[in-house]
């Protein structure tokens, strides 16, 4: 049962409540290269990107904010750390959402400012942190990043902005070790009620990556938590995307578009089961029909998986049964079975 927070609306996205879980990624063009995120931008929202995060180092770069928001209708997230005017600039250059930990920015009339801005434009603000980045007050406390430690500074640099009568948050706690960031955002989800970003930081790789995150943020949204999520990949951003769909579509969630289901194959495959599996999946690649494919290796056990689906195919020797909403239909055969397929899925 899912853990229901307070709304938060970012531009034109409003996360918490019953709304669907958001997926975000985060730029990693050079911020020196203008037009390199304004192009990584659009091919982010073209991947499904919902909330696309920015990195702000400085006040002057609020003007690479400001194109990738121009080129773009997804909301923008800006990035902060430590320099309040750079957040300050941001906000004037119209991005949606400021991802800022107010204790890095000391001065507490910097901070008031920060919130007074982000208050006058109804952005939210995302706090959090992660393991590695602790206060000294509360690494003294516990000694170890342990997850009452990173729930105990989340909640202490949400409380900087509410002294402002600042609550337009978002949370995230995030760990690159999966046991500790479950733990502690089971810990923080029962003591606030503000939406959570879902997360597991510097997760690594590509494939450790996905295996952290889909552990981590799958868990996670199993339990009821998470109001939007970021998978962290070494790679493109556009992957993060990608990921994050699978991650809600492995755990339930209904995500738009077409999921390809297959076999592993074994010794009874006698036909390119594999090979069609991954053609299937790469071209239905920004298909919006919600369909399931099934590809199967033989008809031993591939009828029954085939028939779940909305289309399948069963393969025999050098040939495939086809199976449309559970009923065989007919024999493929030939040369071209890939081709005589996605006809049929072209069909539903
Ligand atoms: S469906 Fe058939 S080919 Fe695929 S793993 Fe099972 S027995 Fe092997």
């Given amino acids: 049962m899912r853990q229901i927070k307070r709304e938060v609306t970012i531009g034109n996205l409003t996360i918490g409540g019953n709304h669907p879980i958001a997926v975000q990624t985060m730029l990693n063009v050079p911020i020196e290269d203008l037009e390199g995120n304004v192009a990584q931008a659009k091919r982010c929202e073209q991947a499904g990107c919902q909330i696309l995060r920015v990195t702000c180092p400085s006040a002057a770069d609020a003007k690479v904010l400001a194109a990738v928001k121009q080129a773009v209708s997804i909301p923008i997230v800006a990035d902060i750390h430590f320099d309040y005017r750079a957040a300050l600039a941001c906000v004037d250059a119209g991005v949606d959402k400021i991802r800022i930990n107010p204790g890095t920015i000391g001065d507490a009339d910097h901070v008031r400012q920060v919130a007074l801005a982000c208050r006058q434009k109804n952005n939210p603000m995302r706090n959090g942190g992660t393991a590695g980045r602790r206060e000294k007050h509360i690494l003294a406390k516990y000694g170890a990043p ?50 959570l970003h879902v997360g597991v930081t510097e997760a690594g790789t590509y494939q450790m990556g996905l295996l952290k995150s889909g552990m981590g943020i799958g868990g996670m949204l199993l339990e009821g938590i998470g109001d939007t999520i970021r998978v962290s990949l070494a790679d493109e951003p556009e992957k993060e995307v990608e990921a994050g769909y699978n991650i809600l579509r492995a755990v339930g969630f209904p995500v738009a578009g077409p999921e390809v289901i297959t076999c592993p194959t074994c010794g009874r495959t006698q036909y390119p089961c594999t090979a069609i599996a991954n053609e299937v999946e790469r071209r239905l690649k920004g298909c919006k029909k919600s369909i399931k494919v099934a590809v199967m290796g033989c008809v031993v056990n591939g009828p029954g998986e085939a028939r779940e689906a909305d289309i399948g195919i069963a393969g025999g020797k050098g040939e495939a049964v086809l199976f449309v909403h559970g009923q065989p239909v007919r024999k493929l055969t030939g040369e071209n079975i890939l081709d005589q397929f996605m006809d049929e899925i072209n069909k539903l």
Avoid: C, G, W
């Fill in 146 to 195: 342990v997850p009452e430690a990173m729930v105990e500074s989340a909640l202490y640099h949400v409380h900087l902005l509410e002294k402002h009568d600042f609550d337009n948050i978002v949370i995230s706690i995030k760990s690159s070790n999966v046991p500790r960031m479950m733990e502690a955002y089971r810990q923080l989800s029962a003591r606030t009620d503000y939406p």
